[in-house]
């Protein structure tokens, strides 16, 4: 059973534009994660946000987490062709033990 | 710093046969995975070792098994593969639960079973 419900499940921009992930999940989380996935590759960590925190920005992503209605988003600003990927949200559901579930991800395109 | 190191990168296995994934991490972390990633599925864990010396089932550990070797090392072993077992197997590792830092993933390993 996945944790996390990823929207859109594919999604097609310019280069420039900004894109926005969601993710919903479904029980108490202590933190929420963001991976990127290029073709062929292994996920890479992007950022993390903790339950008590509402808002994180790291360079040109900023993710918000709603714990009321356990659900994050991913926002990437000015897109760029290399932005070209996949993108998961994981959830640390279970107490402290750090065990990631997995979203089924959004696959984003940037097109120059 | 290779971070985390998966061999083999590509194996084709007929049913039946066995195999074993090798995982290696050279980052001290105490706490790595196995994940298998199958077409609209995002990742299932398989297994994953808290620390040397324990192991715990995942999400869809049938057909599977695990040895923590050493604080370095977790290997996965498919004793008789199935179709079903094809997918890309990535390990992973992290530190200590609590510290809020992400994992670090290998590169994974694409897995055929004809």
């Known amino acids: 059973s996945q944790q996390g419900e990823e929207d859109p499940q594919a999604l097609s921009i310019q280069e420039g534009e900004n894109a926005t992930m969601n993710c919903s999940y479904k029980t108490s989380i202590n933190n929420l994660q963001w991976y990127r996935q290029n073709s062929g590759r292994g996920l890479v960590h992007l950022i993390l946000?903790?339950?008590?925190?509402r808002e994180k920005h790291s360079g040109r992503l900023r993710v918000t987490l709603d714990t009321s209605k356990k659900s994050s988003s991913l926002l990437i600003t000015a897109s760029r062709a290399a932005d070209t990927a996949s993108y998961f949200c994981?959830?640390?559901?279970?107490?402290?033990?750090?065990?990631?579930?997995f979203g089924q991800g959004t696959t984003l395109q940037v097109k120059p | 710093n290779a971070g985390v190191t998966q061999t083999p990168k590509f194996q084709v296995l007929k049913t039946g046969q066995s195999m074993t994934l090798q995982c290696a991490q050279d980052?001290?972390?105490?706490?790595m995975y196995w994940y298998r990633q199958d077409p609209g599925m995002g990742l299932r864990l398989i297994y994953y070792?808290?620390?040397?010396?324990?192991?715990d089932k995942g999400e869809v550990p049938n057909g599977y098994n695990v040895s923590r070797l050493n604080k370095r090392e977790f290997s996965l072993r498919l004793e008789s593969a199935a179709p079903s077992q094809t997918s890309v197997y990535f390990c992973?590792?992290?530190?200590?639960?609590?510290?809020?830092?992400?994992?670090?993933f290998g590169s994974g390993t694409r897995l055929t079973v004809v």
């Open positions: 070792s808290a620390s040397e010396g324990t192991t």
């Open positions: 946000i903790r339950s008590n925190e």
């Open positions: 992973a590792s992290s530190a200590e639960p609590g510290t809020f830092i992400g994992y670090t």
């Open positions: 994981a959830t640390d559901a279970t107490g402290n033990t750090g065990k990631l579930i």
């Open positions: 980052m001290n972390h105490n706490s």
